[in-house]
C-alpha cells in the first residue's frame, strides 16, 4: 500500500474512534443522581413527556470501554494502512502455524496411510474420511463435493474413465495433471458442414439416436477418416491420451446433438492441475484411494 492510502486509512480509523470518544463526552450531560432524573426534555405530544435522562451510567462506561478496546486492538494487530501492529500477526504465519500443528498431528498417520497399496488402503473408514475432507478442500470446487462432476469436469463416481481407474492411473492423473486436447474437426481440417452433420450422426448412433440414419450410415467414412486415430475403431476411446469412449453413456460434456457438434466444430481442451508440490505423496495417496473407492 502506498504512503498516502497508508495515511488516508490511518486517518479515518483513528478519526471515527476519536469522533465516537467525542461524541460520547459531548453529550454525557452532567451524571444525574436517579433522584434527579424528573427532568424533561420539554416536549408534550399528549400530554406524554420525554424524560431527558443521561445514559445510565454502566452503559456509557461500555461505550468507552470499546473505544479502549478498538485503540488496543489497533495496537497489537494490522489495522492502521502499512502498520504492522506489536504482535506482528499476519494470516500467512497464521495459517503456517495451523499447517505445522496440522502437520504434527496427522503427519505421522498420513506417512502410515501412504505405505498402504491404493486398493487395502480404499477398504480403511479412517483414510476414506480423511481423504473425503481432502477431496473438500482441493477438488470439491472443480468435482463437485459429491465427486459428480459437471459440464467439462469428469464424473468419479462412475466406471467410465477417461484415462483409467487402475489405482496407478488415479496416482498419475494426481500427480501430474493431465491435459486433453481435440482439435477442431479432429485429424480432418477441411471437413464440410455435411460432413460434420453426418459423423455427428455416426457418433449419435452408438446410443442408438441417430437423428438421420442415412447421414450416420456415410458418417462412417467421415469417422475413419478425421476421428479415429484418436476415439479408435470401436470408438471406446484412448485412455492414454485421454480420449472418452462415444459409446457409453457417460458425457463429459452434453451428449445431444448441438453439444456434440460443437465439440466436433471446434475441438475441445480440458485441463486437470497437477498435484505435486500442492499436496504432499502421502495426501495424494489417500486421495488416491479415496477416488478409487467411490467407483468401486
Ligand atoms: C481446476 C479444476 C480441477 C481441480 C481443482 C481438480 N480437478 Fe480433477 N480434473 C479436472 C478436469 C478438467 C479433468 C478432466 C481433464 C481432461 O478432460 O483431460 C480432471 C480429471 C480428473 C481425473 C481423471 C478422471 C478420469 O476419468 O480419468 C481424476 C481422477 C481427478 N481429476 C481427480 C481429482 C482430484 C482427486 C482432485 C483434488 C486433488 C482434483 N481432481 C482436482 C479438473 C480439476
Ligand atoms: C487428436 C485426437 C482426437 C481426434 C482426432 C478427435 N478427438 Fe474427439 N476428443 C479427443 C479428446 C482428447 C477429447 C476429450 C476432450 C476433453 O477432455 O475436454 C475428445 C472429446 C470428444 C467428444 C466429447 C465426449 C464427451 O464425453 O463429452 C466427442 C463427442 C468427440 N471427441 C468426438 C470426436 C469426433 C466426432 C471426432 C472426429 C471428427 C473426434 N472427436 C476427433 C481427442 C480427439
Request: proline letters at 3%; charged letters at 15%; a negative charge.
Given at each position: 500500500m502506498s504512503t498516502f492510502w497508508s495515511i488516508w486509512i490511518s486517518v479515518i480509523v483513528l478519526g471515527t474512534i476519536f469522533g465516537c470518544w467525542w461524541l460520547l463526552w459531548a453529550t454525557r450531560k452532567g451524571q444525574t443522581s436517579d433522584a434527579e432524573t424528573e427532568r424533561t426534555t420539554g416536549h408534550s405530544f399528549d400530554g406524554i413527556e420525554e424524560y431527558d435522562n443521561p445514559l445510565p451510567k454502566w452503559w456509557f462506561y461500555l461505550f468507552l470501554g470499546t473505544v479502549i478496546f478498538s485503540l488496543g486492538y489497533l495496537a497489537l494487530y494490522p489495522g492502521l494502512g502499512n502498520f504492522q501492529g506489536l504482535l506482528g500477526w499476519t494470516q500467512h504465519n497464521q495459517?503456517?502455524?495451523?499447517?505445522q500443528?496440522?502437520?504434527?498431528?496427522?503427519?505421522?498417520?498420513?506417512?502410515?496411510?501412504?505405505?498402504?497399496?491404493?486398493?487395502?488402503?480404499?477398504?480403511d473408514d479412517e483414510a476414506l474420511q480423511m481423504?473425503?475432507?481432502?477431496?473438500?478442500?482441493?477438488?470439491?470446487?472443480?468435482?463437485g463435493s459429491a465427486a459428480?462432476?459437471?459440464?467439462?469436469?469428469?464424473?468419479l463416481t462412475d466406471d467410465a474413465w477417461l484415462y483409467g481407474g487402475e489405482p496407478e492411473d488415479i496416482l498419475e492423473?494426481?500427480?501430474?495433471?493431465r491435459q486433453a486436447n481435440m482439435p477442431a474437426k479432429g485429424t480432418m481440417p477441411n471437413m464440410?458442414?455435411?460432413?460434420v452433420d453426418q459423423v455427428v450422426n455416426y457418433v449419435l448412433s452408438f446410443s442408438g439416436r441417430a437423428r438421420d440414419e442415412e447421414a450416420a450410415e456415410a458418417g462412417k467414412?467421415?469417422?475413419?477418416?478425421?476421428?479415429?486415430a484418436c476415439h479408435g475403431p470401436d470408438a471406446k476411446g484412448n485412455q492414454a491420451i485421454g480420449a472418452p469412449n462415444l459409446t457409453d453413456d457417460a458425457w463429459l460434456y452434453g451428449s445431444t446433438y448441438e453439444?456434440?457438434?460443437?465439440?466436433?466444430?471446434?475441438?475441445?481442451?480440458n485441463m486437470m492441475p497437477a498435484q505435486s508440490g500442492r499436496l504432499s505423496e502421502d495426501q495424494i495417496h489417500i486421495l488416491a484411494a479415496y477416488v478409487y473407492s467411490l467407483s468401486n
Open positions: 495459517w503456517d502455524t495451523e499447517m500443528v496440522a502437520d504434527a498431528r496427522y503427519g505421522e498417520l498420513y506417512a502410515q496411510f501412504g505405505q498402504v497399496p491404493v486398493k487395502e488402503l480404499a477398504t481423504g473425503q475432507r481432502l477431496f473438500a478442500n482441493n477438488c470439491a470446487v472443480c468435482h459428480r462432476g459437471a459440464i467439462g469436469f469428469p464424473n492423473t494426481l500427480h501430474n495433471g464440410t458442414s455435411t460432413q467414412v467421415v469417422y475413419a477418416q478425421g476421428c479415429v453439444w456434440i457438434e460443437e465439440t466436433v466444430l471446434y475441438g475441445r481442451e
